[in-house]
């Protein structure tokens, strides 16, 4: 007697329901989407002005993670196509059960000084649920500690979910950073100037009030007057043209002078005044951490590397009777295991940047801004900007 193993050729095969297809379908794409966001390329928006204008506010972009090479989820246990907080619901849209250690895979390249960065905001990793988009450091400087945990709601997040930033790579690993009367200087030299990005003056005129046409047409933000002295952003593109408005009289760069610290919210990193009289104009000299190096720990420069010890790179990090200690052993040098960067704004007098919260550790970039394939301005859609669709981010810049 012969058995039969295979199957009947006349037997018909059981069609889908049509809701089987289209989940089928829905579950595809998410998958598909997802792999690509998290591995390849992922969709950004400009939300503020601090980049501008190289980078306007309303430009959607691609950021390219293969640039760097894409990081392995940190966080893996998440909402698909949601970074942080659910859409409409809110609350956390991921799980902190499970927790990757940093992985990066293979790239095309580095980060390079001077590119344009997607990263993980270093101060991110603690919020005020009532108020995202402020501080919470800043906050706790201000009100103090305390105050605002008893007025806000305060919640942690893990490194890639902290909300995303957008800046501009200044100073990579070891280069040695400076400002010096609003000019910033990496290794001694001065740093290329981007015709767009913009600058603070002071805008002194004859008496007479300006034409806000005159001021549209040139692109000048007005951030306040008296009347006669004007306090606006320019784009150095348009400096020569700004000079020849009627009754403008003279154009002063507005920068703090040295040595001026401003007031608590005011304060630039590190945050110590006592040691550090810096701001937001004239600033450093400060070496950028490079991973396999090892710096001197002494009371007047320990202000700069706490928090790169403590939390981003994971020790115990102790001060007792003025004495350093590193997972509990008594110490007075630290060699970094991470290599660092220094994210600042184009829009230098407008940006919240590393001038403020210090060095972006390599564990949180995202990826290289790439190009823009949508750009709108105050009005919406009707108000497209046609001639920044589908420029890569360096012809923009010019």
């Keep these: 007697m012969r058995l039969a193993f295979w199957k009947k050729k006349d037997e018909v095969k059981k069609k889908k329901p049509v809701w089987r297809e289209w989940l089928d379908a829905a579950l595809f794409a998410i998958i598909a989407a997802t792999l690509i966001r998290t591995f390849f390329i992922e969709a950004y928006t400009i939300p503020t002005g601090s980049m501008e204008g190289s980078l306007l506010v309303n430009d959607f972009l691609f950021v390219s993670k293969i640039s760097y090479g894409p990081r392995i989820p940190m966080t893996p246990l998440a909402v698909p196509l949601v970074h942080n907080t659910m859409p409409i619901t809110g609350g956390k849209s991921y799980s902190e059960s499970v ?47 305390e105050a605002v945990h008893s007025a806000y709601t305060v919640e942690s997040r893990p490194v890639d979910k902290t909300d995303n930033y957008i800046k501009r790579c200044v100073a990579i690993p070891g280069d040695k950073l400076e400002l010096k009367s609003g000019i910033l200087y990496i290794n001694d030299k001065p740093s290329p100037v981007f015709a767009r990005s913009k600058t603070e003056y002071l805008l002194r005129t004859d008496g007479n009030l300006l034409s806000q046409d005159a001021l ?37 760069p507005a920068v703090m002078p040295a040595g001026a610290v401003g007031s608590i919210g005011e304060w630039t990193f590190p ?8 701001n937001v104009d004239n600033f450093g000299p400060l070496t950028i951490p490079q991973k396999g190096t090892t710096v001197q720990l002494t009371p007047e ?18 001060e007792r009777n003025g004495q350093v200690f590193i997972n509990g052993t008594q110490t007075n040098s630290y060699t970094f295991k991470m290599d660092y960067f220094w994210m600042m704004g184009d829009n230098r007098h407008n940006s919240l940047d590393s001038r403020y919260w210090g060095f972006v550790p390599e564990d949180h970039i995202v990826g290289k ?30």
């Design 216 to 252: 549209e047409e040139n692109n000048v933000e007005v951030r306040g007057n008296n009347g006669q002295v004007y306090d606006v952003l320019i784009e150095n593109t348009m400096l020569p043209a700004v000079q020849k408005i009627p009754h403008v009289v003279s154009l002063q």
């Design 99 to 145: 927790k990757w250690g940093y992985h990066r895979w293979w790239g095309f390249g580095h980060v390079e000084r001077y590119d344009v960065v997607v990263f993980n905001f270093p101060e991110g990793d603690t919020i005020m649920k009532e108020e995202p988009e402020q501080d919470y450091y800043i906050q706790c400087r201000v009100m103090g500690r």
């Design 301 to 318: 420069n320990i202000a700069l590397y706490r928090r790169l010890i403590g939390v981003y790179e994971g020790n115990k990090f102790e």
């Design 369 to 398: 801004a790439w190009f823009v394939w949508l750009s709108y301005g105050k009005e919406g859609l009707k108000d497209m900007r046609w001639r920044r669709l589908f420029h890569g981010i360096h012809s923009l810049e010019k």
């Design 271 to 278: 945050q110590d005044t006592a040691h550090f009289k810096w």
